[in-house]
T-cell receptor, first 117, second 116 residues
Framework: GAVVSQHPSWVICKSGTSVKIECRSL??????MFWYRQFPKQSLMLMAT?????????EQGVEKDKFLINHASLTLSTLTVTSAHPEDSSFYIC?????????????FGPGTRLTVL | AQKVTQAQTEISVVEKEDVTLDCVYE???????LFWYKQPPSGELVFLIR??????QNEISGRYSWNFQKSTSSFNFTITASQVVDSAVYFC?????????????FGQGTRLTINP
């Protein structure tokens, strides 16, 4: 149980184009999903918190207009990197929170490796 | 504020050795959870354990064991008889409740290499 999928697993795009990444909780409903970014050999950096049916909450320093997040249902959140540039190249990981007694547990997707040429 | 410190950046051991990964945390919360995740080379973070601050009993799951010491704010992870498949980056994490959501504060991770 508690499986999270992410699509695509990798993508290469040209500078200036937009890329959409999907995150799905396959066997549970998640009112909250999270988007992280990870640079090589570094820890995860939280970008935003996504709640179903409401606007995402972005961490300080993360451009809202650059990284558009939509959480249309209890099992799907999408991250769109708009007008991508080479510095946006990174590993993007989503997680979905499964509610439990006393608190949530985040289950992570397999990640999406974005390369912007 | 929540903070997680994993002082060991990299550890390398020979297969079958036991290895302990350290995690020290800071929190002002009186009750809280702690997590360990494993990130193998494929990149996906795999949930290993969630521990409640109420329960200081050691947890054992196969070759994995966790030692929670509230007095020293530590939640260390031991792999017994390590195997090459244990090679991964391991993250310790502590939730931070903010704006109604439980965000995770991660340590910097410990890269564990098990050599055959």
């Amino acid at each position: 149980g508690a499986v999270v999928s992410q699509h695509p697993s990798w993508v290469i795009c040209k500078s200036g184009t937009s890329v959409k990444i999907e995150c799905r909780s396959l066997d549970f409903q998640a009112t909250t999903m999270f988007w992280y970014r990870q640079f090589p050999k570094q820890s995860l950096m939280l970008m935003a918190t996504s709640n179903e049916g409401s606007k995402a909450t972005y961490e300080q320093g993360v451009e809202k207009d650059k990284f558009l997040i939509n959480h249309a249902s209890l099992t799907l959140s999408t991250l769109t990197v708009t007008s991508a540039h080479p510095e946006d190249s990174s590993f993007y990981i989503c997680s979905a929170a499964l509610a439990g007694a006393g608190g949530d547990t985040q289950y992570f997707g397999p990640g999406t490796r974005l390369t912007v040429l | 504020a929540q903070k997680v410190t994993q002082a060991q950046t990299e550890i390398s051991v020979v297969e079958k050795e036991d290895v302990t990964l350290d995690c020290v945390y800071e929190t002002r919360d009186t009750t809280y959870y702690l997590f360990w995740y494993k990130q193998p080379p494929s990149g996906e973070l795999v949930f290993l354990i969630r521990r409640n601050s109420f329960d200081e009993q050691n947890e054992i799951s196969g070759r994995y064991s966790w030692n929670f010491q509230k007095s020293t704010s530590s939640f260390n992870f031991t792999i017994t008889a390590s195997q090459v498949v244990d090679s991964a980056v391991y993250f310790c994490a502590l939730p931070l409740l903010r704006q109604g959501a439980q965000k995770l504060v991660f340590g910097q991770g410990t890269r564990l290499t098990i050599n055959p």
